[in-house]
């Protein structure tokens, strides 16, 4: 069973993430250590070229390895990220970006994850990316 | 002389980046393949831990990339992120950021960049970038 | 078909690229834009605490693109690597380590590959790799 | 003081690292957090276009980096490398290069560092790295 619910992360992130709330990210499948986020298409997130910009792209990385994370070891609101590379593939189109994660390691103090991206319906990915959590010691620690 | 005035930087960006322009991104200073650029701090950037959060500080760092590119080669708004890579150092406070960019290598087709971001009136760095820029072929080429 | 025969890559590797001669990298498999290959194990390889050094697998990744990529697009020797990331994930095993590669993205001037490295006979990565190469111009371009 | 002397550090990578001491890496200059090593020119570092490889750089880049790290917090040999990421930026010389490292952020448990590789003689540097290192706990902790 995933660490946390879709229900339960999506609620977290509206109250404590106010940018990925403005910009409507949520969950839409949550697994142990796998997650797929949604960034709903608006023209604010648009950039020279009528494509949608890279910090749009960084912030859904940023979030749907929050996710995963969360769905591998529960609701640690404090961990936070140390390091992200990520790579754009192609210009996405304007629609909704869909952000697939998956934990590739998880360690007591550090995971690392990996994040593909595409614009909804289109099989080739627009972005991928890698990035590492510093997670939490917790309080019994 | 820069390829690019502030103003004209400042101008650009605030109508064509909708996101950097919501955050009150602003370019301060730009040179021949330098900037500096400010985000101004606000509850909307934070994060779990009181701190602010990851895609602010990527968001601020592609910006301070774009000015320098500019102030290199001028008005070039079609060039494009191909790559990002940030490490998060220290906590940031809750006050203003500031970027400061530097090209390290200024090719024809691909610019690589390096960034530092600082909490302002601090001494150690709180995150540092690097990252290339794909520079579209000119009309002419 | 893919652009180069395991023959080929091997011969031209065993000549062109000294040290990953020294070391004994070769490709066992080569497709259209991926591609797997091997580092035997052997004493030399190894650091502190018993295993397989760091650079010893970033050798090993850039060797594996460049499989993939000459899969992808013939022989290239001239198509030089422009950005490498790893991430180090568990210690390696003293045994032979295989990286598989796969191309994400093929442009003209740059292709963009993932490289995930295994001990030999393990589920588990120890290393997850992205980077990107540069593509030469074609003589009639 | 820096953590660990020249010598010593030189002894401790001739000993431990093969593939380092077989290429003939050596410190010249180890700061409280800085260092400077040096690669040896020679014809086995060598790849198509006459220029040195890639994987030579990034083990040249990661032994900087051990060299400043003990720098900073002395010999602490079991330290790995959990990240590394290299822009490459032009063509070296045939000649030795020069990489100068130095911690950008130093944790109790990670720390990050910062490496520019030069072409001894030359003042623009031909690659630039980022990486972290992971600190083993103390015998104590």
Known sequence: MP???IEAFNQ???M???LAAQNGCRAEKIGDGTARVRLPF???LTRPGGTISGPAMMALTDYAMYAALMGAIGEVALAV???L???FLRKPEAVDMIAECRVLKLGRRLAVLEVTIYSEGQDEPVAHATGTYSI???QTD
């Open 136 to 138: 939490p010691p917790k």
């Open 3 to 5: 660490g946390i619910s």
């Open 85 to 87: 590379n990520i790579n």
């Open 42 to 44: 608006n023209d604010s």
């Open 16 to 18: 404590e993430l106010p």
């Open 81 to 83: 990220t140390t390091n």
């Open 12 to 14: 977290l992130t509206a």
